[in-house]
């Protein structure tokens, strides 16, 4: 991980952040936002009836307090959640920007937002319906000739171009940066009109600063808008706090958990040989799907069991009974695995 590598640079400081510290910012919220997910899953699971709406929206729910987190950490330490827990800020690329200003500029700092929290959020929804819609063609769903199909058929036909696009443009750019050719790591950080530096004792000390503002001299207006941005700041540290417990919590146990697989055990016993069955389990040819032992199309493999079969076979099998038509294995939907094998 590229949370083990930012020591790396630590003994020389420069202004610039490390690949190693841009790599780990980055996987930070990518970190959090599928454990968050799993943990509000195993409450849903536990009691339906008062958490399962927040399974069901829980992309909106992320989205919404990732806007909160954002807005607060981008207006107070002039860099996002996961920028300022590496030391990372962002200052302004316009050549007449202060240099003793030590806060974003509104333009800025709009266009960090839309950039961490709005286009993530409509990149993992289009994600999200490219899936449905390709498990709809594959399974026949969309068979009709309407404009509608037909337009959901050209989504999923250029999607991939699409996501392909902006993978490599962040391939791109990370290459650029790590070789010196470039001063953004991300388009989204370009995009933003701001650049990476490394934070300063003069950003540490300005960060306790305030400016009290007396209750009694304000407006009826102002208090209230007082007292709504003190509540969603208060929100935002509430946040802050947990999610970088949180963060220390998962950094923990993935420490844990690969220190614990790589490191030999002096006691174990080699793994016994599978006991051999009676039973002759004999398999159609390697091209033939085992249910409907046919010639395979749209091969797919199932990893809980290996064996490769027809979408829309395995598809429909795994829908209704819930396990391997071979093995008897127990099985999911987010088991199955699409090939491509040369010449398909």
Same mark, same amino acid.
């Given at each position: 991980?590229?949370?083990?590598?930012?020591?790396?640079?630590?003994?020389?400081?420069?202004?610039?952040?490390?690949?190693?510290?841009?790599?780990?910012?980055?996987?930070?919220?990518?970190?959090?936002?599928?454990?968050?997910?799993?943990?509000?899953?195993? @409450?849903?699971?536990?009691?339906?009836?008062?958490?399962?709406?927040?399974?069901?929206?829980?992309?909106?729910?992320?989205?919404?307090?990732?806007?909160? @987190?954002?807005?607060?950490?981008?207006?107070?330490?002039?860099?996002?959640?996961?920028?300022?827990?590496?030391?990372?800020?962002?200052?302004?690329?316009?050549?007449?920007?202060?240099?003793?200003?030590?806060?974003?500029?509104?333009?800025?700092?709009?266009?960090?937002? @839309?950039?961490?929290?709005?286009?993530?959020?409509?990149?993992?929804?289009?994600?999200?319906?490219?899936?449905?819609?390709?498990?709809?063609?594959?399974?026949?769903?969309?068979?009709?000739?309407?404009?509608?199909?037909?337009?959901?058929?050209?989504?999923?036909?250029?999607?991939?171009?699409?996501?392909?696009?902006?993978?490599?443009?962040?391939?791109?750019?990370?290459?650029?940066?790590?070789?010196?050719?470039?001063?953004?790591?991300?388009?989204?950080?370009?995009?933003?009109?701001?650049?990476?530096?490394?934070?300063?004792?003069?950003?540490?000390?300005?960060?306790?600063?305030?400016?009290?503002?007396?209750?009694?001299?304000?407006?009826?207006?102002?208090?209230?808008?007082?007292?709504?941005?003190?509540?969603?700041?208060?929100?935002?540290?509430?946040?802050?706090?947990?999610?970088?417990?949180?963060?220390?919590?998962?950094?923990?146990?993935?420490?844990?958990?690969?220190?614990?697989?790589?490191?030999?055990?002096?006691?174990?016993?080699?793994?016994?040989?599978?006991?051999?069955?009676?039973?002759?389990?004999?398999?159609?040819?390697?091209?033939?799907?085992?249910?409907?032992?046919?010639?395979?199309?749209?091969?797919?493999?199932?990893?809980?069991?290996?064996?490769?079969?027809?979408?829309?076979?395995?598809?429909?099998?795994?829908?209704?009974?819930?396990?391997?038509?071979?093995?008897?294995?127990?099985?999911?939907?987010?088991? @199955?695995?699409?090939?491509?094998?040369?010449?398909?």
């Amino acid at each position: 991980m590229a949370e083990s590598a930012t020591h790396l640079t630590s003994a020389v400081f420069t202004s610039k952040p490390s690949i190693f510290e841009v790599l780990a910012q980055d996987s930070l919220m990518s970190t959090i936002r599928p454990a968050l997910k799993h943990a509000i899953k195993v @409450l849903a699971e536990t009691k339906p009836d008062k958490f399962a709406w927040m399974l069901r929206f829980y992309d909106e729910i992320y989205t919404i307090l990732d806007l909160i @987190l954002q807005n607060y950490y981008l207006r107070s330490y002039s860099g996002s959640f996961a920028e300022n827990f590496y030391g990372i800020k962002r200052v302004a690329c316009q050549k007449d920007q202060k240099q003793e200003d030590t806060k974003l500029p509104k333009r800025c700092l709009i266009k960090s937002i @839309l950039c961490l929290v709005i286009l993530p959020y409509i990149k993992h929804k289009l994600d999200f319906i490219f899936e449905e819609l390709r498990h709809k063609i594959n399974t026949g769903r969309l068979s009709q000739n309407t404009l509608l199909c037909k337009l959901y058929k050209a989504f999923v036909a250029v999607y991939p171009y699409i996501h392909m696009v902006w993978e490599g443009s962040i391939l791109v750019h990370l290459i650029s940066y790590m070789f010196g050719k470039s001063k953004w790591h991300s388009p989204f950080v370009r995009l933003s009109g701001v650049e990476l530096v490394h934070q300063t004792e003069e950003d540490l000390q300005s960060t306790h600063v305030h400016n009290p503002e007396v209750w009694q001299d304000l407006s009826l207006n102002n208090k209230l808008l007082f007292a709504c941005k003190k509540a969603v700041n208060l929100t935002a540290v509430t946040l802050s706090t947990g999610l970088s417990v949180g963060v220390f919590f998962l950094q923990f146990l993935d420490w844990w958990y690969t220190s614990d697989n790589n490191a030999p055990s002096l006691l174990a016993m080699p793994t016994p040989d599978p006991p051999k069955s009676d039973v002759d389990d004999t398999l159609p040819p390697h091209d033939i799907c085992p249910v409907c032992l046919k010639r395979r199309t749209n091969d797919t493999a199932l990893s809980v069991s290996g064996f490769v079969f027809c979408y829309p076979c395995i598809y429909e099998h795994i829908q209704q009974y819930g396990s391997c038509p071979v093995t008897s294995y127990p099985a999911r939907k987010e088991h @199955l695995i699409k090939l491509y094998p040369p010449g398909a």
